[in-house]
C-alpha cells in the first residue's frame, strides 16, 4: 500500500513525506541513529514503528527527547489524566513492589479487591460487579464473552469509525480500516451502523435532528432478531463528538425492548477526561456493561476492567477473562492512586473548568482563522476540525500543522485525516493551555504565511 492510499481514520501515520521532513530537520545524528535501530529491531506497522523520535523522560504534561527538548504531549495515548510519572502514582506503585509485585492464579490479594470496591461504589447504577485485564482490548473481549452468555446470542452492533482495541476479535467490532483491510475474515455476526454525528449526518439530519441514527439501531435489531449487544463508544473519543441529544436514551430504549446488552466502551475517555468521571454518567445514560482502561494504571502500569450490571454475574462456569495478570496488585494500587488523585485534587471540576475556557479561546481563534471549521469537545477531550473554502477536509493543512507545532513544542493528534484532537493531562494549568493554544494559533497563521 502507498503512503496516499493508507487511510486516516485512526491517526496521523507514520509513512507521510512530511514525516520523513521533519526528522530530517529536527532530529540530530544520534537520534536517528537509534530510529534506525528500533527500525531494524521491530516489525514494522502503521501508526508505530517506523517512530516519530526517540523519548528519555516524561514529567506532568511534558515529554523530553534524546535531544533534550521539552514538548507538551496533549497525545499520550489517552493514559495521561494525572500526568506523567505521577508522584502519587509512582510511590504507590514502589510500596506495592516491595510486598506483592505479582499474584498468581487462584489467589487474590486486597489492593485487588479494594479497586474492585472502589469501582463498583463509583459507577452508575447497578454496575457493581468487576473483573480486570491487562489492558482494553483483553476487556472488550471480556465484555463481548459476557454478553453471548448473558443472552444467549452471539451478534453485535456497533458503528463505523469505531475504534475498540487492536485484537481480531476488537477490530471486528471496530470500523477503522486501518486495522481491518488486508486482515481476512473477521468474527461473524458484527454489525456495523453509522455513528451519531450533529454535523456530518449520514441520514441528512445536519441543523435538524430526528434521531434517524438511532432509530436505525432499532431496524436493524429488529431485522437481524438475535443481536446481543450494542457496543459503542458514548463519546467518539477521537472526534470528540457528543452524540445529538435524547440520542443514548433513545438507543437504551431500543436495547431494553429487543433484549440487546448496551455496553459502553470508555477506555480512553474515562477517569474525567469529559469532566465526569465516567462519561456516562454525564450523559444520563447507564450501560449494562462498562468497558475502561488506558488511564486506569496511572499512566504507567497496563490495567482495565469490565464494570457490569449486578444481574449479569451468570457465568461461573466459564473463563472469561482469567489473564496472568488479571488481579495485578502493581496495577490495582497504581489505579487506586490515580482515582485518589482525582479525588483529592479536584481533578473534574478543573476539566470542567478548563475546558469551558479552552472552547472560549478556540472559538474566538475560529473567528481569525477561516480554516478552523468547528471546534467541539466535552471537558479535555476537544478536536478542531480543518476545512478549506470549498468545504472539503483540509488533511495536508492538518498534517502541516502537526509538524510544525511539534517543532514549537506541542504533540497532538491527527484523526480522520483533517482534525487535530487535543487531549490534555487533567493536571494541566491555565497558563499551560495558554501556551500551547498560543502555539497551535502561530501554527494556523503560519499557513497563511
Not at 483483553?138 to 469509525?161: N, P
Not at 476488537?170 to 453509522?194: D, N, Y
Not at 440520542?247 to 474515562?270: H, K, N, S, T
Amino acid at each position: 500500500m502507498q503512503p496516499d492510499e493508507i487511510p486516516l481514520s485512526e491517526g496521523d501515520v507514520n509513512l507521510s513525506p512530511r514525516r520523513r521532513e521533519w526528522q530530517r530537520e529536527a532530529l540530530d545524528d544520534a537520534t536517528r541513529r537509534w530510529l534506525a535501530e528500533d527500525a531494524r529491531a521491530f516489525l514494522h506497522q502503521s501508526l508505530s514503528t517506523p517512530c516519530l523520535d526517540v523519548l528519555t523522560a516524561c514529567e506532568g504534561i511534558y515529554l523530553e527527547d534524546l535531544q533534550g527538548r521539552r514538548i507538551m504531549d496533549f497525545h499520550g495515548n489517552s493514559v495521561h489524566q494525572v500526568g506523567f510519572r505521577n508522584p502519587r502514582v509512582v510511590e504507590a506503585i514502589k510500596r506495592q513492589l516491595d510486598t506483592l509485585p505479582f499474584c498468581t492464579r487462584r489467589y487474590t490479594n486486597l489492593p485487588a479487591i479494594q479497586l474492585a470496591q472502589k469501582l463498583a461504589e463509583l459507577a452508575p447504577g447497578r454496575l457493581k460487579k468487576v473483573l480486570f485485564a491487562p489492558g482494553g482490548a483483553e476487556a472488550m473481549g471480556i465484555a463481548m464473552k459476557l454478553a453471548r452468555v448473558a443472552t444467549g446470542r452471539f451478534k453485535t452492533v456497533s458503528m463505523w469509525d469505531s475504534f475498540h482495541g487492536a485484537s481480531l476479535d476488537t477490530i471486528s467490532l471496530g470500523g477503522e480500516t486501518l486495522f481491518r483491510r488486508g486482515i481476512g475474515p473477521l468474527l461473524p455476526g458484527a454489525e456495523h451502523v453509522p455513528p451519531p454525528h450533529p454535523t456530518h449526518c449520514p441520514f441528512g439530519c445536519a441543523g435538524e435532528c430526528r434521531l434517524l441514527c438511532a432509530d436505525y439501531i432499532g431496524y436493524v435489531l429488529e431485522r437481524e432478531g438475535d443481536v446481543g449487544a450494542v457496543i459503542a463508544e458514548p463519546i467518539r473519543s477521537i472526534l470528540a463528538t457528543p452524540p445529538p441529544a435524547g440520542y443514548w436514551a433513545r438507543v437504551r430504549e431500543i436495547c431494553d425492548r429487543r433484549g440487546a446488552l448496551l455496553v459502553f466502551d470508555e477506555i480512553p475517555i474515562c477517569l474525567g477526561r469529559t469532566g465526569t468521571l465516567f462519561a456516562c454518567k454525564g450523559l444520563g445514560v447507564t450501560p449494562d456493561i462498562l468497558v475502561i482502561g488506558k488511564g486506569l494504571g496511572g499512566g504507567i502500569v497496563p490495567m482495565a476492567a469490565v464494570i457490569a450490571h449486578e444481574d449479569l454475574d451468570v457465568a461461573p462456569d466459564i473463563a472469561l477473562g482469567h489473564y496472568t495478570h488479571e488481579k495485578s496488585p502493581l496495577g490495582a494500587a497504581a489505579a487506586l492512586a490515580t482515582l485518589e488523585c482525582i479525588e483529592e485534587e479536584d481533578l473534574l471540576a478543573h476539566t470542567q473548568e478548563l475546558g469551558r475556557y479552552t472552547m472560549e479561546r478556540l472559538c474566538a481563534m475560529q473567528k481569525r482563522h477561516p480554516l478552523i471549521g468547528e471546534a467541539r469537545g466535552l471537558g479535555l477531550q476537544i478536536a478542531v476540525e480543518l476545512v478549506r473554502e470549498n468545504g472539503e477536509p483540509a488533511v495536508e493543512e492538518a498534517d502541516a500543522v502537526m509538524y510544525a507545532a511539534l517543532r514549537a513544542g506541542l504533540s497532538f493528534k491527527v484523526t480522520g485525516g483533517n482534525v487535530l484532537a487535543l487531549t490534555p493531562p487533567l493536571i494541566i494549568t491555565k497558563e499551560e493551555m495558554d501556551r500551547a493554544l498560543d502555539i497551535l494559533e502561530g501554527c494556523l497563521a503560519g499557513l497563511r504565511g
